[in-house]
């Protein structure tokens, strides 16, 4: 896995800054760390303001081929089976999963066509975005220190 990512210390959020096809089905999500700032917002739900910064690392998430993705407004994510959150979780992947079975059984998607499939998963402060590929990602650091 080419993976250039290292995650901060301290209180911080990777946030989905954009998501497209910059080439025919090639699929790239762009996240921006963004640090806590000192205030709260919303005390009654715990929500915090994310303050962003001149250093701030902006990372690029590339899968040059996809079979299927999908974004899910964070506010609308449930915890993970073992209790985190998806966020706890900036990249993940697995083998074993409900939305690779959704795509066995409602498409021609296999690990025999077009091969090994895998879910991948980006966790994020407001979006969660679900690839299935036969790739790897390629992670890159675009800017920031």
């Not at 690392?57 to 407004?73: G, Q």
């Not at 021609?108 to 895998?118: E, H, I, K, N």
Request: proline share 4%; charged share 25%.
């Amino acid at each position: 896995m080419k993976m250039n990512f290292d995650a901060p210390s301290g209180s911080f959020e990777l946030l989905v800054e954009s998501i497209g096809e910059p080439e025919v089905n090639t699929l790239r999500v762009l996240l921006r760390e963004s640090f806590f700032g000192e205030s709260t917002v919303g005390e009654k739900y715990g929500a915090r303001r994310l303050q962003l910064m001149a250093t701030d690392r902006l990372f690029e998430v590339t899968w040059e081929r996809y079979v299927a993705y999908y974004v899910l407004n964070e506010s609308f994510a449930k915890p993970l089976a073992d209790g985190t959150w998806h966020a706890s979780y900036p990249l993940k992947s697995s083998r074993d999963s409900n939305f690779l079975e959704y795509l066995k059984a409602h498409s021609m998607a296999s690990d025999d066509y077009p091969g090994r499939l895998v879910h991948w998963s980006i966790g994020s402060g407001n979006h969660i975005v679900e690839v299935v590929s036969t790739d790897v990602p390629d992670v890159k650091l675009l800017s920031g220190v």
